[in-house]
């Protein structure tokens, strides 16, 4: 089956910082998300993006779907973007996630 | 709008109880609703996919006849873990969409301790 890497694996920031958060799949994809899963377990929604760039305030995200791979970037973090970020990607019917990357912005 | 709630939130039952989790759409129609699993640190595992109407589809390795899922209409699925064990505790997690390959949102899980 389709396989999906996510690097780092962990990320530790100073308030202010920017980043870059990497998504790896290893075949064609029909969808691809992005989520930020809170500390009560909530997944929220951050991008639907099988490809192109498209942006929400701080953060954006960009899929080159011929080369596999697909991009978050935060910018200018703050404490509460901390959490763990799942890249997931649809390629029958349903999503399959990466490992995810946990990132810890501190104050 | 595409907001998806979960019932109960956390539960916590003794070992061979079985427990039933709602899974709602509630400000769309959900032609496909999944099920997820999530151990501690660890990544989302599917579970099972439904289709309104249909016979669940499980993942290789899940136990139909433990984990019974029923789609009932466009905006409810539920999930019954039947003479549930301690190694069932877990996170329980159910997501929804209008189509496949179309986006998925979730729900805020259910956090499942077996005694």
């Known amino acids: 089956g389709i396989q999906v890497e996510q690097s780092p694996p962990d990320l530790i920031l100073q308030e202010g910082a920017n980043s870059t958060l990497r998504c790896n799949f290893s075949?064609?994809?029909?969808?691809l998300q992005w989520f930020h899963q809170n500390p009560w377990g909530q997944l929220i929604n951050l991008f639907y993006?099988?490809?192109g760039t498209k942006q929400n305030g701080r953060l954006s995200a960009t899929t080159v779907a011929t080369e596999r791979y697909s991009l978050l970037y935060i910018s200018s973090s703050q404490t509460t973007d901390s959490g763990v970020y799942f890249c997931a990607v649809e390629a029958g019917t349903a999503l399959i996630f990466g490992k995810g990357t946990t990132l810890s912005v501190s104050s | 709008g595409a907001v998806v709630s979960q019932h109960p939130s956390r539960v916590i039952c003794k070992s061979g109880t079985s427990v039933k989790i709602e899974c709602r759409s509630l400000?769309?129609?959900?032609?496909?609703m999944f099920w997820y699993r999530q151990f501690p640190k660890q990544s989302l595992m599917l579970m099972a996919t439904?289709?309104?109407?249909?016979?669940?589809?499980?993942e290789q390795g899940v136990e139909k006849d433990k984990f019974l899922i029923n789609h009932a209409s466009l905006t409810l699925s539920t999930l019954t873990v039947t003479s549930a064990h301690p190694e069932d505790s877990s996170f329980y997690i159910c997501s929804a969409s209008r189509a496949t390959a179309y986006e998925q949102f979730f729900g805020p899980g259910t956090r499942l301790t077996v005694l």
């Open positions: 439904s289709n309104e109407g249909s016979k669940a589809t499980y």
């Open positions: 993006i099988p490809s």
């Open positions: 075949d064609s994809v029909n969808n």
């Open positions: 400000d769309f129609q959900a032609t496909t």
